[in-house]
């Protein structure tokens, strides 16, 4: 029904817009649950930390829960898909090769057992974790897929988590999602700990979208809690937050000192954003500045990956083939973005600006690069 034409003002111009963009006329992702023996490519433990209601089919659905629930999946990621690409099988047609499928599901009953199971995988992996919080307009599956996908294109160390809360995953569900978003604050904020609880010494929360707006509020909390972020929360993701800059400000002051290195993948070119922008009545919003001058006292760096955008433009940094060779791994962006951007150029095939505390790195695919230097 998303993809009929719509008639009358401007109202339904937008709607319509923003159904195109973010829904694309493309069936959901389902999730199927094989034998291990039947799937093809590499497998990929994700812990999970939900708010979502559990449904008759032993899924996680749209619905909310006051309690967080914890789970572990694994998740087999095809060998033959392009880079950053999610293909989701259907019944009449499930490939193993192309197919991202679940081999395994572990519903834990209480957070000691999940704590267990995860402090045995963080012994294995470096006590090393990375976090990812989803963002509007998505399933359970999505959000678990797509932190398997990264993990696995970005060859991020450590072990993969997912906290997922209750989209509605509709196209017109923003506001639910909105108000979900912050129910889930609390949620949040219990799997950061049960993380470090298991003896987690190097915590990176990757965060996309409205899922950004979360992570801000559960640091925020965890700050006026305790006075200050723990110590092993070592770096922050933020892809094409959905915040407003100035509540973005507020909270990172609440918060105090910010995790480093605390990057924010963004893009004007995000038509997503302009039209979330459009809802809220706030045009400014972190994702699409083209500048940092608004950020300048905050120990930020903002990755423009305007020249990576295709399409809607945003999840650049988990979908273009180009920027996830680039960018490699969480590790070596700490190379790059850990210290003195400005200073490490040598890493960073683009453009470094610095405006007092904060970086604004302009990215440019290396082919383009070449091609200007020539002209």
């Not at 929360?233 to 105090?256: C, K, W, Y």
């Amino acid at each position: 029904m998303f993809c009929k034409a719509a008639s009358g003002g401007g109202l339904r111009a937008v709607i319509l817009g923003l159904i195109m963009v973010v829904a694309a006329c493309t069936p959901r992702g389902t999730m199927y649950i094989v034998p291990p023996e039947t799937a093809a490519g590499e497998t990929t433990k994700v812990f999970v930390g939900t708010t979502r209601s559990l449904g008759p089919d032993g899924l996680y659905g749209s619905g909310r829960s006051e309690m967080t629930q914890f789970a572990r999946y694994d998740v087999v990621v095809p060998p033959a898909r392009t880079l950053g690409a999610i293909t989701y099988p259907t019944r009449k047609k499930l490939d193993p090769q192309t197919d991202f499928l679940t081999t395994a599901q572990v519903q834990y009953p209480a957070e000691p057992a999940f704590r267990r199971d995860l402090a045995a995988a963080l012994r294995q992996n470096g006590r090393e974790a990375v976090i990812y919080v989803h963002g509007f307009n998505n399933t359970f599956t999505e959000g678990l897929y797509r932190i398997a996908q990264l993990h696995h294109d970005l060859k991020l160390s450590g072990v993969a988590l997912h906290y997922s809360w209750s989209s509605a995953a509709e196209p017109l569900g923003y506001v639910y999602d909105r108000d979900s978003m912050m129910f889930a604050r609390g949620g949040l904020e219990q799997m950061v700990r049960e993380t470090v609880a298991a003896g987690a010494t190097k915590v990176t929360l990757v965060a996309h979208s409205m899922g950004s707006a979360l992570t801000m509020e559960a640091l925020r909390s965890i700050a006026i809690r305790d006075g200050r972020v723990m110590p092993q929360v070592t770096g922050v993701v933020l892809i094409s937050p959905d915040i407003d800059v100035d509540v973005f400000r507020m909270q990172a002051h609440e918060i105090g000192k910010l995790p480093q290195p605390f990057l924010i993948f963004g893009s004007g070119k995000d038509r997503v954003l302009r039209l979330s922008g459009w809802i809220t009545g706030q045009s400014g919003r972190l994702g699409s500045l083209e500048g940092v001058e608004r950020l300048a006292d905050l120990q930020v760096t903002y990755i423009d990956v305007a020249a990576f955008s295709t399409g809607g433009g945003h999840f650049v940094a988990g979908t273009s083939p180009a920027l996830i060779t680039l960018m490699g791994s969480i590790a070596q962006v700490e190379d790059a973005f850990g210290g003195d951007a400005s200073g490490r150029t040598g890493l960073l095939p683009g453009v470094v600006l610095t405006v007092r505390n904060a970086t604004r790195v302009i990215l440019r695919p290396v082919g383009q690069l070449t091609r200007q230097r020539l002209e």
